[in-house]
């Protein structure tokens, strides 16, 4: 058949036809959702009395006011929790961390599975071999009612990657290293298959970076193939393997092939105010800064604060910087009270705050001001996205956050 | 809807959806909703902005975030389409889904023929952007699927009555 994954998962999908459709109309497996955009389609739902497909199927959580700073998000963040608590949300997880994480987190986000989210980071699913993307509240709500939705049939990109990841080097370089080959648009509308053939091969978290910001190139889906990684992760999660995995058939109908050489990768930096607008960190004169933010479902998983303990252990912060660390759950926020990065990276002078989206979206604790320079583990560094329209954010690894708050600077010899 | 006259306002390549409705004017109350239109781009561009008006793009129009807060912003403003390069998919479906039209050109460099604040038609009949002086551009004519969502007023209206339908 020469099918790409998300052919063969679209068309296992599929409820009317072959499947070869401009749009499909098919079947969902999951369906992720949050405070800020549910809200958007509460009173349509219950105006027009809708039920939802399937309650075991659905996460919620309330991530981007967790908790609320304003009254007007205390009233939108209490409203949800009421729809959620009368809908019998069986995933409805509160405080507990942001969606996407959650999403991976949860044995519904299985290789092969087609799961929908009222966010563009869901994404990030794909780290485990699932096409999962992310929708608006309009989409969602059909969704949430029929357990259905439609799609168009990504054209797909595979990704290839080759050699050995540099110690300096993590999925965050590998994403901004891909979003400076390919541009804001270089996947729009498409499916960017990844195959690891590294060695040795790209971590579980290193995944889950990269399927992230898949999205930032335009991408639909942003897909793993399924491995052993895949399988010891869902392992651990599930206490079982995934049955049948669905993997692209040998001679798929790729657009192209892209091949990335991992071992020539250094650390990478996107500056304002595109993601796409990377350079290697090295070619960087020093830059003044006044935050450090280490979080967001791209980043804030345990080897990300795991990278910035062993880059900040026994040191401390340069005192015109306020490092922000915010874990991208509760339970990864557990691990790491447990390993003790907590104690040295609180220590050193950072603070943590609670599992959330924090100040990524510009909503909460932690957004810039007019002469504030940022160094972020978050995906978008858009003009006014952190807070003021002045405000200057560049993106990085987690490791690169931390030598840039160590330093008080962006600097080309960081890793010198 | 045969067609629609407005003035143009002319954008970049990836305008995204963050500077379109930055995220500090979220918020469930229109005239909040409404007012955060650009607003940090350019503050006084919401209030100059008038019924029917055309937004026109380059490529890559509304990427980044699925919040419908900037299409709730753009209906409220009575923005009557959107013409661009091309579109971010979530974008996309999202101003589809609430019956907002976005239109591609035919010819990507035909963007160049437009200046801000001179008068266009967008003819549904035969795709096409027509101004004063008679110049013709031509459009990309809008899908089946996209065209039944338009008709029906929306995406919700092709609800089933009952989830049993579903």
């Known amino acids: 058949m020469?099918?790409?994954?998300?052919?063969?998962?679209?068309?296992?999908?599929?409820?009317?036809?072959?499947?070869?459709?401009?749009?499909?109309?098919?079947?969902?497996?999951?369906?992720?959702?949050?405070?800020?955009?549910?809200?958007?389609?509460?009173?349509?739902?219950?105006?027009?009395?809708?039920?939802?497909?399937?309650?075991?199927?659905?996460?919620?959580?309330?991530?981007?006011?967790?908790?609320?700073?304003?009254?007007?998000?205390?009233?939108?963040s209490a409203n949800f929790l009421r729809f959620s608590r009368n809908q019998k949300i069986d995933h409805l997880l509160v405080d507990k961390g942001i969606c996407h994480q959650l999403l991976v987190e949860n044995s519904l986000c299985q290789p092969g599975s087609l799961i929908v989210g009222a966010d563009s980071h869901t994404i990030?699913?794909?780290?485990?071999?699932?096409?999962?993307?992310?929708?608006?509240?309009?989409?969602?709500?059909?969704?949430?009612?029929?357990?259905?939705?439609?799609?168009?049939?990504?054209?797909?990109?595979?990704?290839?990657?080759?050699?050995?990841?540099?110690?300096?080097?993590?999925?965050?370089?590998?994403?901004?290293?891909?979003?400076?080959?390919?541009?804001?648009?270089?996947?729009?509308?498409?499916?960017?298959?990844?195959?690891?053939?590294?060695?040795?091969?790209?971590?579980q978290d290193d995944r889950f970076a990269i399927a992230n910001m898949a999205v930032e190139i335009g991408a639909k889906f942003g897909v793993f193939v399924p491995d052993e990684i895949t399988l010891a992760y869902c392992h651990a999660r599930d206490q079982q393997t995934p049955g049948n995995l669905v993997l692209p058939d040998a001679d798929a109908d790729y657009e192209y092939t892209?091949?990335?050489?991992?071992?020539?990768?250094?650390?990478?930096?996107?500056?304002?105010?595109?993601?796409?607008?990377?350079?290697?960190?090295?070619?960087?004169?020093s830059i003044p800064i006044s935050t450090a933010f280490l979080g967001s479902c791209s980043s804030g998983r345990i080897e990300d604060i795991q990278e910035a303990a062993e880059e900040l252990e026994g040191k401390t912060i340069h005192p015109d910087v306020r490092l922000i660390i915010i874990p991208a759950s509760?339970?990864?926020?557990?691990?790491?009270?447990?390993?003790?990065?907590?104690?040295?990276?609180?220590?050193?002078?950072?603070?943590f705050n609670q599992s959330s989206c924090g100040p990524c979206g510009g909503i909460d604790k932690g957004v810039l001001g007019s002469t504030d320079?940022?160094?972020?583990?978050?995906?978008?560094?858009?003009r006014g996205r952190m807070g003021h329209w002045d405000s200057r954010t560049?993106?990085?690894?987690?490791?690169?956050?931390?030598?840039?708050?160590?330093?008080?600077c962006i600097s080309g010899d960081l890793y010198s | 809807m045969n067609s629609i006259q407005g003035s143009v306002w002319l954008f970049g390549d990836n305008l995204n959806t963050d500077v379109i409705h930055?995220?500090?004017?979220?918020?469930?109350?229109?005239?909040?909703?409404?007012?955060?239109?650009?607003?940090?781009?350019?503050?006084?561009?919401?209030?100059?902005?008038?019924?029917?008006?055309?937004?026109?793009?380059?490529?890559?129009?509304?990427?980044?975030?699925?919040?419908?807060?900037?299409?709730?912003?753009l209906l409220l403003n009575e923005i009557g389409a959107i013409v661009a390069v091309d579109f971010a998919r979530i974008f996309f479906r999202n101003a589809t889904n609430n019956g907002l039209p976005c239109l591609q050109f035919a010819?990507?460099?035909?963007?160049?023929?437009?200046?801000?604040?001179?008068?266009?038609?967008?003819?549904?009949?035969?795709?096409?952007?027509?101004?004063?002086?008679?110049?013709?551009?031509?459009?990309?004519?809008?899908?089946?699927?996209?065209?039944?969502?338009?008709?029906?007023?929306?995406?919700?209206n092709l609800l089933p009555a009952s989830a049993e339908d579903a």
């Open chain 1, 2 to 76: 020469r099918e790409t994954l998300s052919d063969k998962v679209i068309r296992s999908h599929a409820l009317n036809g072959t499947g070869q459709e401009d749009y499909v109309h098919a079947r969902i497996d999951a369906l992720l959702g949050h405070d800020a955009t549910i809200a958007l389609l509460i009173n349509e739902f219950e105006r027009r009395q809708l039920s939802i497909w399937d309650k075991s199927k659905v996460i919620f959580t309330n991530d981007h006011f967790s908790p609320a700073a304003s009254i007007e998000r205390a009233d939108i």
């Open chain 1, 124 to 203: 990030m699913g794909g780290g485990l071999g699932a096409c999962a993307t992310g929708m608006g509240s309009t989409d969602i709500l059909f969704a949430l009612a029929t357990g259905t939705t439609w799609l168009r049939k990504p054209k797909t990109i595979r990704v290839i990657f080759h050699g050995s990841l540099p110690e300096t080097c993590s999925g965050r370089d590998i994403i901004l290293e891909l979003l400076r080959l390919l541009g804001e648009d270089g996947a729009q509308y498409r499916c960017l298959e990844f195959h690891d053939h590294a060695q040795p091969k790209l971590s």
């Open chain 1, 258 to 285: 892209l091949e990335l050489d991992l071992s020539e990768l250094s650390p990478r930096i996107a500056k304002p105010w595109s993601p796409a607008n990377v350079v290697a960190l090295s070619e960087l004169d």
């Open chain 1, 330 to 351: 509760i339970n990864i926020f557990k691990q790491a009270l447990d390993k003790g990065y907590v104690k040295i990276l609180t220590e050193a002078g950072a603070i």
């Open chain 1, 373 to 382: 320079v940022c160094i972020s583990t978050s995906n978008r560094n858009f």
């Open chain 1, 394 to 408: 560049y993106l990085a690894s987690a490791r690169t956050v931390a030598r840039a708050a160590l330093k008080g």
């Open chain 2, 22 to 73: 930055p995220p500090n004017c979220y918020s469930l109350d229109p005239v909040v909703v409404k007012q955060g239109l650009f607003s940090k781009l350019d503050a006084t561009l919401q209030s100059r902005l008038k019924p029917g008006d055309i937004l026109v793009g380059g490529k890559n129009f509304g990427c980044g975030s699925s919040r419908e807060t900037s299409i709730r912003s």
């Open chain 2, 107 to 156: 010819n990507a460099e035909d963007k160049q023929k437009l200046a801000e604040g001179e008068t266009w038609t967008i003819s549904f009949d035969d795709w096409t952007l027509t101004g004063k002086t008679g110049l013709t551009i031509p459009l990309v004519p809008a899908g089946s699927f996209v065209r039944k969502i338009w008709s029906e007023g929306g995406l919700l």
